[in-house]
């Protein structure tokens, strides 16, 4: 009996936290795609003079320096949730 239970709460568990990341991506992605057209809009506004491969630079070169920041912050939780021993997640 407890095996069936067992079984049941990690079946739980892991749908609980595909759920979790999922979200997690979901959202992310949805707000990359609005951060970059908001960005772009700005650009456009503010130097319409320039040429437009510029223009459509801007938004990339804002959004490869919040990855760096963001890839940056996930290894350094990573190496914290290794050092304490939360496997779970890693």
Do not use: C
């Not at 223009?55 to 914290?80: D, F, M, N, Q, T």
Request: zero cysteines; hydrophobic letters at 60%; aromatic letters at 18%.
């Amino acid at each position: 009996m407890w095996l069936h239970s067992f079984f049941k709460r990690f079946i739980f568990t892991l749908m609980h936290y595909y759920q979790q990341i999922q979200h997690i991506l979901l959202t992310v992605f949805v707000i990359g795609v609005v951060d970059y057209f908001f960005l772009y809009e700005i650009s456009v506004y503010l130097f319409a003079t320039m040429p437009m491969l510029a223009v459509e630079l801007i938004p990339l070169g804002v959004l490869l320096v919040l990855a760096i920041i963001v890839w940056r912050a996930a290894k350094y939780v990573r190496r914290k949730m290794k050092d304490n021993k939360h496997y779970l997640m890693v």
